[in-house]
């Protein structure tokens, strides 16, 4: 069951759908929101689906929302921009195949050809400055990203994208569209966002599309960033001293 | 797959939708039901669905029944009311959209626009006098409950709301219904059915319907609540000694 | 995902369901299969599902075949039989419904209106002589089966019956069928046919439609059940011996 | 949800189709991708399932894929082969129901009547010399296969075959189909891909459609399965030593 609700249909030239959901340091997500609000683009669709959570959230002026995916656009010099952003993912796999398809369709009557994804890609430790890796539908998209830096490795690394970051990729490719996901190097912790592994992003996307983007805020968060970081080592710290001090309790209980 | 079993097409005025299903504390059945009870509502209406469980019941006359939701009618002076009540709600996340999106096809037919969903919000210890917490599908709704007491907190505790009575209000808004979640005060604990929060809740419903409801088998609901409570610290209590202190068979079973 | 195989399309006189599919002390099965094997019936019909496991079986001629039910019909003086059988039930609560909304429409088309579905009910301890307990679409059904001794308990101590035993009658009922599930005490124990509980629903079976049944065979099964209750209670007993026994092993890998 | 791409019609002569998916000891992927390459096998069709992963594959020039399964045509003297082959098998029982009735479809329309369908069957041991146990839709079937040396034991050892191998004979047999499924005795590990076992099926396919095979890779890949056996031996024993020897620091973690 996938229902829309659109409030416009933009006249868009060249339209590149920029898709940002929940995912690995919440890479995607961040980047896409931070773009639609610098950017000031326009909301003009939602898309809701029976594969999302079966609740509703209740917002600040206690009125209830279900979980969707939103749609915004930006008209730019070169290509206008569709964002495509959210608070959840799909939880089930044919959910997952079922909310790509339809939002190519969408895209598809919007005059959409090109499509970036935005992840994240896990490493170990904490990168400083974090690399942008690049995969894409056919080879004749890397020339045009490997100018703003985008690492290609070939698979070498990262062996395969998971959830719609992948599928709009994979599925689109069926359908005739070209693309690419771009994952920002970050660490494998849940619960944190990564402002660094977004910025890089943001750098590439910015120099792809010419547009600049105020990197003023994504550097405050950065900031926030290492000091949450600083905070959750301590914390470990001390979990793992007690967790390593042999206690009577612990002994008998087994 | 749906099924229905309608047995009348009743001729309702202006009706209200006041659902009441299974949840925490059993705040939201336990009002229906009672209201049902009080005011002799009519039954007129089962909805049967495939992501309800896989058995049939058998009642007191030996005869078996599926499991169902149930929709009866009241003719009020104000507003006439549809109620909606029953044993279940669906197993899955893509039955509860579809069977809510089906009762919301039935309940436009019959010429509803509003909805009142009931259920219980668990807090921590036992609310002696419970508070009745609201979320709406538009502000505007909220106004008409302020006078019979409802708190409105903006989402600050209220998260969200799982489940029938977020659904129906969630995809109602799509849909072109308005409503409210009315959330009686409770206590986390499975196996309680709440009275004094469905009691709180049966009074900001009995002054917005203009409707007297005779509270006397309510109280006594309340009380035998007390009992059980009581009744059930003690177990707790036992158990709590039991598991604390140290036995040989614990240590080498372990 | 539902198929057909239909290799004979009989015409039959108020014909009537008797299903026994597998389930508590596989009473169902036995019965049915046991009833299939003494009257001769002749198989006419399978019915197969994605909901049914993802395998084949290789039988005795090395050749494979699907999980199925399967239909046989037995031509009587009183009433004829349709027989349904199996070696699974649905997997999945929809397949469930799926299945069985499948098998009545089947039913509606070949004239059957009565179904008689066959069950076991787990009591404690090993029931000498098990009695037979009844649920009912309609109350007017009752009486026919009061004669042959079924028991009508009014929902006391069976709450609910679960699977197709249970659909058949629920969903039949929405249906325009009416119908009764015969319930064979047994022990709660898998593993087990029991023979004792399959010969009493067989008692009842006969009387109803006034058709002898030779009962050798099941009281041959019946002795064989004997021997292996005692065989598995004296492992119950040895197993108990070992657990209780405290060991050097057992203390330090804990 | 299932796609296609198909590149090519080939025009076949009485078509037979062997299907080599992942399974036990990975002998149907390994034998049906040798041949494919051996023959040098020419790709014309891949399928697509909301069943399969939701996730891309990146592959060696960087750029991404979706699951899917793949097909293949080989023009030889006596029948021409489909070849199914592909990195996955659907991951719920639904979808493989599904994935199979639409494999099917396409090879009736590509005039396929016979299937034979690769796996292994797990013994205890490392079989040495692993026969080919077969299983068959119509026992005609059988005398073909039996002078390549297949044995058929009537369901003694092998009592069903799982997925995809056992789905499309059972559903085939429905559809008119007739076919074996070749079950190369394999050791019941995972992680292994046992070149012996796929050699032995090689040899019965090789013979049953006169096509001379160049088995000299697959003798490779046999003596470095034979390395990697020995290697897994050693660390399994050095894995058990460890565990058997009490420790301080196990004795109190419990």
């Given amino acids: 069951m996938i229902m829309w609700k659109v409030t416009e249909r933009p006249l868009l030239y060249k339209p590149v759908l920029v898709e940002g959901l929940p995912g690995i340091g919440n890479v995607g997500k961040m980047t896409v929101e931070y773009l639609i609000d610098k950017l000031k683009a326009k909301k003009f ?22 979980p969707k995916n939103e749609f915004y ?33 969408f895209c598809k009557d919007l005059g959409v050809k ?74 494998s912790r849940p619960m944190f966002t990564d402002a660094r592994a977004s910025k890089a992003v943001l750098e590439v996307i910015s120099q792809y599309f010419g547009i600049p983007i105020d990197m003023k805020d994504m550097n405050v968060k950065a900031k926030e960033l290492d000091k949450a970081i600083t905070k959750a080592k301590e914390l470990e710290d001390q979990m793992v001293k007690k967790l390593t001090k042999p206690t009577d309790e612990l002994s008998y209980i087994g």
């Fill in 114 to 187: 090109r499509i970036i994804t935005v992840g994240g890609y896990g490493i170990e430790g904490i990168p400083k400055n974090p690399q942008v890796l690049g995969a894409v539908t056919h080879e004749k998209v890397m020339s045009q990203f490997e100018e703003p830096g985008v690492k290609f490795e070939d698979g070498e690394r990262v062996g395969m994208i998971v959830g719609a970051s992948g599928l709009l990729l994979g599925l689109g490719k069926l359908r005739g569209f070209e693309g690419i996901c771009l994952m920002g190097e970050t660490f």
């Fill in 45 to 66: 669709a939602e898309i809701y689906s029976d594969h999302f959570p079966y609740h509703v959230f209740i917002d600040k002026k206690s009125t209830v929302s279900l």
């Fill in 73 to 105: 656009y930006y008209k730019s010099g070169k290509h206008d921009i569709v964002f495509l952003t959210g608070d959840f993912q799909s939880m089930t796999p044919q959910g997952h195949y079922e909310v790509t398809d339809a939002v190519l369709k």
